[in-house]
């Protein structure tokens, strides 16, 4: 069974720093991860998303690396603003029978302080 | 182009009682997903539409839960009749087809409580 677990659960931060969130996973036998933010009372908004075959991804300020061996997966933020205050997300895409399953973590509570 | 419309928002209802969600996906969209995130924790997949038909509902709680995609568009998850536990936020995601490399986009939410 697949489990994905995320590091820190919260995290509190200056405006300005770069930091990182953790998640790793059980089984190394993955599709793909994704990264996604949740701000409170909203859904999920995608940010990044690798493939199996893919290192990392980036997108403006964010860039997430995937190392499938170790099921290690890292979300790099550089320069955080207050805006970036949310819950981010970790899911694992793995083969679940005759199709296939997103395994979620808790997600990492980020408060960024003006 | 628009995203995953859910309805209502909010509800709350007393336990025992039946409530309904509604969900319409991304247009073009072949696969539709329902998900159960309770307070804290990441979202649990409940049920998989490919089209109008299920391709997986092995943590759907059946003796209470029900879902279906008339047409293979919209989709209608009810709850009958509710407990305590059952408290949460019910995501409805679509994506282009049911394989890894397809994104899935969620909607916003509908946030349920019972009392």
């Known amino acids: 069974k697949q489990e994905v677990t995320q590091i820190p659960a919260a995290l509190s931060v200056p405006e300005g720093e770069n930091l990182v969130l953790n998640c790793s996973f059980t089984?190394?036998?993955?599709?793909?991860l994704q990264w996604f933010r949740q701000d409170p009372g909203k859904g999920l908004t995608s940010l990044l998303l690798?493939?199996?075959?893919?290192r990392e991804q980036t997108s403006g300020r964010l860039n997430a690396s995937l190392d499938k061996s170790s099921g290690r997966s890292t979300l790099y933020i550089a320069a955080s603003q207050p805006g970036d205050s949310a819950t981010y997300l970790c899911?694992?895409?793995?083969?679940?029978?005759?199709?296939?399953?997103?395994?979620f973590g808790k997600g990492t509570l980020l408060t960024v302080n003006p | 182009e628009a995203g995953v419309a859910q309805s209502p928002r909010y509800k709350i209802i007393e336990k025992r009682q039946s409530v309904a969600f509604w969900c319409n996906p991304i247009?073009?969209?072949?696969?539709l997903y329902w998900y159960q995130q309770i307070l804290g924790q990441g979202p649990k997949l409940l049920i998989q539409?490919?089209?109008?038909?299920?391709?997986?509902d092995s943590q759907l709680p059946k003796d209470r839960f029900s879902a279906e995609r008339l047409k293979g568009v919209d989709s209608t998850l009810k709850i009958q009749p509710a407990k305590l536990e059952d408290s949460a936020v019910y995501l409805c995601?679509?994506?282009?087809?049911?394989?890894?490399?397809?994104?899935?986009?969620f909607g916003p939410g509908t946030r349920l409580t019972v009392l």
């Open positions: 995601a679509s994506s282009l087809g049911g394989v890894p490399y397809n994104e899935q986009f």
């Open positions: 089984d190394s036998a993955i599709y793909n």
């Open positions: 690798i493939q199996s075959s893919q």
């Open positions: 899911a694992v895409a793995y083969s679940g029978g005759s199709n296939y399953k997103l395994t």
């Open positions: 247009s073009g969209h072949a696969t």
């Open positions: 539409f490919q089209n109008n038909g299920v391709v997986d």
